[in-house]
C-alpha cells in the first residue's frame, strides 16, 4: 500500500469552480508539504505543515489555501481555480528536526482548469 | 531567478553506457544537493544526496560528485538500464533553519535505449 496517497489523481474542472485535493499519509510524519510542477518546470513548494497547527505558505501560494486536519491529512484548496493553475500537483511527507530528512512524494494529481 | 540550473532538458544514452546528468548552482548558501527520480504517473522519489562537505557520493550504480568551486554537480549512472529511463530532478537544500526547503531544477529525461 502506498504511504502517501492523493486523491484525486486527475481532475477537469472550469474557470471560477472551487476545488479540493487531498493527501493522506500512513508514515506518521510531522511534516506535510504541497508543491505544483508545471511542464518542463521543477516543483515549487505552495504550502508546508510541521504540525497540525503550524501552517506556512511557500513561494507561490496566492491562489491557493491549505489545511491541515490531522497529522496524516494535508488539503489544498483553490477557491477560484484559473487555467493558469492548470498543473501537476504533489504532496509530500517528511520527519522533523534539525537536519534534512527525505521527502517521501506522492503519485501526482493532474488539474485541468479550462 | 532560477537557482538550480538543468540545462540539458534530455539525454539519450546505450545500455551498459555510463549515463552523466549535469546540475549547476548559483546560491552559495546551498549546503545539501540531492538528486530524484521521477518516473510517469509516479511521484519523485530520492536517489542519492550528497552534502557540500563531500565531494563524492557512492551508491551502486549512482555517483554524484560535487565541485563546490565551479557550483557544479554531476549524477553518475554505471552501467546505465533502460529502467533507469526517466526524469531525474537535481535539487538543493540551505541547511539550518531552512532545512525543509528544497529547490528543484527543471529536470532532465533519461532516455536509456536497449
Known amino acids: 500500500d502506498a504511504d502517501v496517497t492523493q486523491t484525486p489523481r486527475n481532475r477537469i474542472t472550469k474557470t471560477g469552480k472551487r476545488i479540493m485535493l487531498e493527501c493522506s499519509q500512513t508514515k506518521g510524519h510531522d511534516r506535510m508539504y504541497w508543491y505544483r510542477q508545471d511542464p518542463g518546470l521543477g516543483l515549487q513548494l505552495i504550502y508546508y505543515?510541521?504540525?497540525?497547527?503550524?501552517?506556512n505558505k511557500g513561494e507561490i501560494s496566492d491562489g491557493y489555501s491549505v489545511s491541515r486536519q490531522a497529522q496524516a491529512k494535508f488539503s489544498l484548496s483553490l477557491e477560484s481555480a484559473i487555467p493558469n493553475q492548470t498543473a501537476l500537483y504533489f504532496c509530500a511527507t517528511s520527519v522533523g528536526g534539525a537536519s534534512y530528512n527525505e521527502q517521501f512524494f506522492g503519485p501526482g494529481t493532474r488539474l485541468t482548469v479550462l | 531567478d532560477q537557482q538550480v540550473k538543468q540545462n540539458s532538458p534530455s539525454l539519450s544514452v546505450q545500455e551498459g553506457r555510463i549515463s552523466i546528468l549535469n546540475c549547476d548552482y548559483t546560491n552559495s548558501m546551498f549546503d545539501y544537493f540531492l538528486w530524484y527520480k521521477k518516473y510517469p504517473a509516479e511521484g519523485p522519489t530520492f536517489l542519492i544526496s550528497?552534502?557540500?562537505?563531500?565531494d563524492k557520493n557512492e551508491d551502486g550504480r549512482f555517483t554524484v560528485f560535487l565541485n563546490k568551486s565551479a557550483k557544479h554537480l554531476s549524477l553518475h549512472i554505471v552501467p546505465s538500464q533502460p529502467g533507469d529511463s526517466a526524469v531525474y530532478f537535481c535539487a538543493a537544500i540551505r541547511s539550518g533553519g531552512s532545512n525543509y526547503k528544497l529547490t528543484f531544477g527543471k529536470g532532465t529525461l533519461l532516455t536509456v535505449n536497449p
Open positions: 505543515s510541521f504540525d497540525v497547527k503550524d501552517i
Open positions: 550528497i552534502s557540500s562537505i563531500k
